[in-house]
């Protein structure tokens, strides 16, 4: 049986579009870099120790796998996560302004014994963000718990002037990577 260790409903919304059964596990993972830690090792970790932590949960049942997954906003060298609070969407979205950036989501799959892993890598460039565009945005709602402080899948699209990779690893679940663990472990054809 396979189990999806997250609380994002998107995650939920796109596994589902992939045809199986899953089951939910509602998880807490704390998510912090290390100091030094690369932003793809970070990402990586974050998305093995949250399918590691719903793996402890289902244990006892047979041929349970867990998969988990993790999406930050990269920036040069900065780490954009989920932010806190409105002011820190805000610096988030200013600094994202008229530039291109990456998304990156590790996705890894754990049973008892195995694990595998997939990393997808979206490069987004948006139009310049008035004060305005963000001051409306931010009333939107729609930025909070995600990271970097937008949501693709909702009115932010109108600022996006170019994607090159995944759109559904940009929401959080990159459905052709997650596919092929899944070929992997037999869950779906080869
Ligand atoms: C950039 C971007 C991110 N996101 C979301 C995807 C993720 O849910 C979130 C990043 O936070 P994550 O820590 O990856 O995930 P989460 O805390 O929402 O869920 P869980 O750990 O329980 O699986 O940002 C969008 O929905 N749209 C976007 O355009």
Redesign the pocket.
């Known amino acids: 049986m396979l189990h999806l ?4 409903p ?2 939920a919304e796109l596994l589902s579009r992939l045809g199986l059964d899953f089951g939910l596990l509602d ?1 807490d ?1 704390p ?1 912090q870099q290390a100091p030094g830690e690369p932003a793809f090792d970070y990402v990586r970790r ?1 998305a093995r120790e ?1 399918a590691g932590a719903g793996l402890l949960k289902v244990l006892g049942a047979p041929g349970a796998v867990v998969l ?6 990269i920036l040069e060298d900065r780490v954009f ?2 932010p806190a609070d409105a002011g820190e969407a805000a610096a988030m979205l200013r600094a994202l302004s008229g530039r291109t950036h990456e ?1 990156l989501t590790a996705v890894a799959l754990v049973g008892a014994g195995r694990e595998a892993q997939a990393a997808s890598l979206t490069r987004v460039t948006l139009d310049a963000l008035s004060e305005a565009d963000i001051a409306r945005y931010l009333g939107s709602g729609e930025w909070q ?4 402080a ?4 909702g009115r ?1 699209e109108m600022h996006v002037a170019r994607l090159d990779g995944s759109y559904s690893g ?3 679940l990159p459905l052709r990577d997650t596919a092929g663990l899944l070929r992997q472990f037999g869950l779906l054809p080869a």
Do not use: H, W
Not at 68 to 73: I, K, L, M, Y
Not at 145 to 148: F, N
Not at 150 to 153: D, N, S
């Open positions: 260790a997250s609380r994002s998107r995650r998880l993972v998510e974050v949250k988990g997954a993790d999406t930050e906003v996560g989920k998304v718990g995600k990271a970097g937008y949501a693709i899948q932010f940009v929401m959080g």
